[in-house]
């Protein structure tokens, strides 16, 4: 306990002393990279003398307890801090300089810019050192007992004077002994200012947490530090959900949710082979050691319905079909299945949701695994209570912890594990690709893997020499049941076959025979047979009928629009025009809302959750309209239970039919039909503003509402605005909503804020209400944000043109949330700002400028660039990220943190080449709008970059001095600016001076984001 109170207090004096050296160096810089040198240049010299002498003097270094390699960075420190004094000291700088000339020349004797440089790098190397070591330590007392924890935790409050009142959260270790630990060490800094300190705190634990997350692929401190963290076993599983949680996506479970079960008697053929087949047994591939087989068959053959026929349970077992089989192969051993369907629906088609749904699959049955598939993750959230952002793990990192679990489930643990993965066609990346992937799996884990996909010659290629079978080859007695259980069903056909038996026989044969194998186009052909035998057809025009149905996909949705019914034709339109611009996987309840006829329906509603009977009401109605309208194109799948009405959507009968409808055929067809005031985006935009008042003000429909605002027509721009500022209204948590809606209700909720007052250069300005925007509290955020910044993020332009203050220079709400998660919510922290209390600025420049918003818009920066955004406004980063940029608590410019993002988009290290010529044009735009384009905002910028741990990072600090990147970033500017390519593509492929790099590494590491803005 004694060396945790030693070591932690001895981590703090570190800290304080290299804080100090940043600010020399930063100070060191300016002198030596500015022209314009005067007198006051030299003051910070003299501020950061003093704070170092202080930290040197408190500098403490214990000879028996702490951590060895702590104390010994810390003699390094106390050295190096010696130097920067003796240095200091030899420039003889007063408190008053009147040769501030020969000053400049006396520091530039003392201190060279290579020297300079290599103190940036030492200083550097010490706090990577100092936030590895500290973790270690931290881990190190995390993995002891819970009630050795929290006496730890008791013998640093005890220590720390410097805390008025203690805080019962300390000992809880409710937020992660780490938490705790670098509260104290925040305590121990030195700063007199609660809010300087608490941002000391939270950049630490920033670091720390990001530092074991890279731990999972690049730091030793999994084998230093092995032994497993002891956490509260309540806050383990809250955590373990936590993590499941981030695993999982919108619409998960659809796909599988939306195949279609398999009909009474059909595909129990594959478990029942007669051994005269032509298919590869597949009840014996389940019993073999044999790891891969393949599915295939055409397009609405019945592929997906077999897939889940065979790894799901029959409607009175318990067990999936498959279990059986497989037992013979497991021996004994534990089995586990999971099960994946790939559909490009336009949304979650890559790679990543197979890996999270896999995961999400087995983890949620194997929780106890989280900490294996992902180690550093887990560190993160049981030390210092983090929530990683798991949608920006890349694939590479996600196929690295699929592969562990599976491993660990194979080796460790013993199972048999069975994969089904289906619909490889529908991936939208690279076939081969994907082949190559599933095939590294099984080589490297013992596990089998049943595969389906279209018989596309990379998958005939790739798997000839696997067992496999196809479907259309195999279900002609399935189809034949199939229609004769459809027509049974059906009374109309019961009377034709007591009149007409040998007809109605051989109408089940002329069908199966006419089909192919295709189960799609056999149930569109029984429903129009049906619908002829209603209609009281004779034999000869069900014959007619039958033989007029066209034998392919594509030219029976040709018939199929073609006799729609003209009343309904408009609907119709209507629905597939709102399929192909929803931006989300649609909702019932979100077409139901779609299809009112008041424009003003959603602004008129209040904020209040529906009851489930309304609900309900409303999804029954959309299905048989969308029935009625579509003639089973779309369908409503599944029935409202409960409350989780976002599981009953809208969805096309099959891919094929996406694929025919966004088709030029059938746009010609249905073009002018929806009406000619018919617009899409504004019907989802005022949709889902519905659809988050009245279903519990869910994050993703106001997502939606934005999303869908940027594309309306400009005839609507003024219902546009009228809908967003009602969104903007009831995302304001507190705010009162008045039944009135449009402009009028915007300018009610004008009237609860007050005028900011402001500096601008040294001059008082008051910042009107109407010049502000609201505050979007959501579940998860950190750090409040403006509405107006989530409506730049998602490309809402004409919104933002229209709401966008003076200068683009919203008031932003200062970071109350540390002390909320800390105190609570307290009326001395949710008060209203008063008039006289300037509040923070936020530029909505910087909102444009996010490489992870929905929608990055050359378009959206230009237009604040002519609204007068200020390129080289100052703002404030006070967050970073290793594994991107990050830098402490400083200030920078848009301009500067924007160049650095550039250069980081054009670099190797970056993974989506196609949005540079997006990023060049908005350098264009900066640097036409004032950009400085001088060498000191280049050193800024790389010295920024070099603040990082990235591949790139690392690499910008392994050159020979800043000169040669210096030329080629201004260089490109240059270029960029005379209207000629920038060519930074070409230089960071081959480095500054024309040597070809070296390979970064075989696989791209973890990225999880840029800075994010206060």
């Not at 509040?839 to 002519?866: G, R």
Request: some cysteine; hydrophobic content about 40%.
């Amino acid at each position: 306990m004694a060396e945790a109170v030693a070591t932690l207090s001895l981590v703090a004096n570190i800290l304080q002393i290299l804080d100090c050296g940043r600010e020399f160096v930063q100070t060191a810089l300016g002198i030596w990279c500015s022209d314009d040198i005067r007198a006051e240049s030299f003051a910070p010299l003299n501020v950061v003398s003093s704070d170092l002498h202080n930290a040197v003097q408190h500098l403490q270094i214990p000879t028996s307890d702490g951590d060895a390699e702590i104390v010994k960075l810390a003699q390094e420190c106390s050295k190096v801090s010696n130097d920067m004094l003796e240095s200091i000291k030899k420039l003889g700088l007063g408190a008053t300089l009147t040769k501030w000339e020969g000053a400049r020349a006396a520091f530039r004797r003392v201190w060279s810019k290579a020297e300079i440089d290599a103190l940036d790098a030492k200083l550097e190397k010490f706090r990577g050192q100092l936030t590895l070591r500290l973790l270690i330590s931290i881990r190190s007392y995390a993995s002891q007992s819970v009630a050795n924890q929290q006496a730890i935790l008791q013998r640093l409050m005890d220590s720390d004077s410097n805390r008025e009142a203690p805080s019962k959260e300390w000992l809880t270790l409710d937020s992660g002994f780490g938490f705790s630990a670098v509260q104290y060490v925040a305590s121990k800094v030195g700063t007199a200012d609660p809010l300087a300190a608490l941002d000391d705190g939270e950049r630490l634990q920033h670091q720390l947490s990001d530092a074991a997350v890279d731990g999972v692929l690049h730091s030793p401190i999994h084998t230093e530090s092995s032994q497993q963290l002891v956490v509260p076993p309540a806050r383990e599983r809250k955590l373990e959900q936590a993590f499941l949680s981030l695993l999982a996506y919108e619409g998960m479970l659809e796909r599988e949710s939306n195949v279609a079960m398999a009909h009474e008697k059909t595909f129990n053929w594959i478990f029942n082979p007669t051994g005269k087949q032509t298919w590869v047994d597949f009840p014996a591939w389940l019993k073999s050691a044999n790891q891969l087989y393949w599915v295939t068959g055409k397009a609405g053959s019945g592929k997906s319905t077999l897939m889940k026929f065979v790894s799901q349970p029959s409607s009175d077992g318990l067990e999936p079909r498959c279990m059986r089989y497989l037992r013979h192969w497991a021996q004994g051993r534990l089995l586990v299945i999971a099960t994946f369907y790939f559909w490009a629906s336009g949304r979650q088609t890559e790679s990543d949701a197979m890996f999270r749904t896999l995961l999400h699959q087995i983890l949620s049955r194997f929780p106890e695994l989280i900490r294996v598939a992902s180690p550093g993750h887990w560190d993160a959230m049981c030390l210092f209570g983090t929530t990683p952002n798991l949608s920006r793990v890349p694939d590479s990192a996600l196929e690295a912890m699929l592969l562990r679990t599976l491993a660990h489930l194979a080796g460790s643990l013993g199972a048999a594990v069975c994969l089904f993965i289906d619909g490889l066609d529908e991936f939208s990346g690279k076939p081969d690709a994907l082949v190559a992937l599933l095939k590294r799996t099984v080589q490297q884990v013992p596990i089998k893997v049943c595969v389906s996909s279209r018989p596309w010659q990379v998958f005939e290629d790739s798997f000839e020499s696997q067992p496999s079978l196809r479907v259309e080859d195999l279900t002609i007695q399935d189809i034949k049941d199939f229609i004769t259980a459809k027509f049974e069903e059906d009374a109309n056909f019961s009377q034709l076959r007591s009149r007409e038996r040998a007809f109605s026989d051989r109408l089940v044969d002329e069908v199966a025979k006419k089909s192919s194998g295709v189960f799609l186009w056999v149930s569109l052909v029984v429903v129009s047979l049906l619908e002829g035998m209603r209609c009281g057809d004779r034999i000869s025009d069900l014959q007619r009928r039958l033989e007029d149905l066209p034998p392919d996909l594509e030219d029976l949705y040709d018939r199929i629009l073609h006799n729609l019914d003209p009343f309904y034709l408009q609907h119709a339109a209507q629905y597939f025009s709102l399929m192909e611009t929803s931006c989300i996987q649609p909702t019932a309840l979100l077409f139901s809302f779609c299809d009112e006829d008041d424009p003003d329906f959603a602004l008129k509603l209040p904020v209040k959750d529906l009851p489930p009977e309304d609900v309900e009401i409303r999804i029954d109605t959309m299905r048989r309209r969308v029935n009625s309208r579509c003639k089973g194109l779309l369908e409503v799948s599944r029935s409202y239970t409960g409350t989780d009405f976002r599981q009953t959507t809208v969805h096309y009968l099959h891919k094929t039919v996406r694929d025919y409808m966004q088709g030029s055929k059938s746009q010609r067809l249905l073009a002018g039909e929806a009406g000619a005031t018919f617009d899409p985006w504004l019907s989802l935009c005022a949709a889902s503003l519905a659809a988050y008042k009245t279903g519990g003000q869910q994050t993703h429909y106001l997502f939606s509402c934005l999303r869908h605002a940027s594309g309306v027509h400009p005839r609507n721009i003024p219902n546009m605005v009228a809908i967003l500022d009602n969104l903007d209204i009831a995302s304001y948590k507190g705010s009162t909503l008045s039944q009135i809606s449009g402009e009028l209700l915007y300018e009610y909720f004008l009237s609860l804020r007050q005028p900011v007052v402001v500096k601008r250069d040294g001059v008082e300005v008051t910042w009107p209400p109407d010049q502000q925007c609201s505050l979007l509290y959501s579940e998860g955020n950190r750090v409040p944000q403006t509405f107006l910044s989530r409506a730049i993020q998602c490309g809402a332009l004409e919104y933002v043109r229209i709401r966008a203050g003076a200068q683009c220079l919203p008031a932003h709400p200062k970071r109350w949330s540390r002390f909320i998660r800390k105190f609570g919510k307290t009326s001395r922290f949710w008060e209203r700002p008063r008039a006289d209390s300037p509040q923070p600025m936020h530029p909505l420049l910087l909102d444009a400028l996010q490489l992870h918003s929905p929608v990055v818009s050359s378009a959206m920066v230009q237009m604040l660039l002519e609204t007068g955004a200020d390129p080289n406004a100052d703002v404030e980063l006070w967050r970073g990220n290793k594994r991107s940029i990050s830098m402490s608590n400083a200030n920078t410019t848009i301009w500067i943190y924007t160049l650095a993002t550039i250069i980081f988009v054009f670099s190797r290290d970056f993974w989506d080449p196609a949005i540079r010529p997006v990023w060049e044009e908005i350098t264009r735009l900066m640097l036409s709008h004032g950009a400085r384009c001088d060498r000191e905002t280049v050193h800024s910028c790389i010295s920024l970059l070099k603040s990082g741990n990235s591949p790139l990072a690392i690499y910008v600090r392994e050159q020979d001095g800043d000169i040669g990147i210096q030329r080629t970033v201004l260089e490109a500017l240059q270029r960029c600016k005379g209207g000629r390519p920038m060519g930074l593509a070409h230089w960071m492929r081959f480095g500054p001076r024309g040597r070809m790099k070296p390979p970064l590494e075989q696989t791209p590491p973890p990225y999880r984001g840029f800075p994010e803005q206060s």
